[in-house]
């Protein structure tokens, strides 16, 4: 069974940065992902994304409410992606998912998405 294991979460002021990363279990051929995603979710509302990935071609998508302030990078060599987050807002405050697809669609509709992590927290204080 393909497993999207995060870590990096926690808490942190307003201000602060955290950095996010994301490995896939052994299952999962990553040759044949195409694009991974971070999506954040808050009790009672949906799940929302908040950037992605395109593998074949490197390219990135931001959320407006996080261009300027959070970035992908990825290391093959240790087959994980992470999300670096600065100046961190309040707002920020969610679970945080990583999430991997094998197929296209849109980059933001989480039913793109094949595969995903348990989730990871984070908090930010005022």
């Known amino acids: 069974q393909v497993q999207l294991v995060e870590s990096g979460g926690g808490s942190v002021q307003a201000g602060g940065s955290l950095r996010l990363s994301c490995s896939p279990s052994?299952?999962?051929?990553?040759?044949?992902?195409?694009?991974w995603g971070w999506f954040r979710q808050i009790p009672g509302k949906e799940r929302e994304a908040v950037a992605a990935i395109y593998t074949v071609n490197g390219a990135t998508y931001y959320a407006d409410s996080v261009r300027g302030r959070f970035t992908w990078s990825q290391d093959n060599a240790k087959n994980t992606v992470y999300l670096q987050m600065n100046s961190l807002r309040p707002v920020d405050t969610a679970m945080y998912y990583c999430?991997?697809?094998?197929?296209?669609?849109?980059?933001?509709?989480?039913?793109?998405?094949?595969?995903w992590g348990q989730g990871i927290q984070v908090t930010v204080s005022s």
């Open positions: 999430a991997a697809r094998l197929y296209g669609g849109p980059w933001s509709a989480s039913w793109s998405y094949d595969y």
């Open positions: 052994e299952s999962l051929d990553s040759s044949k992902v195409i694009g």
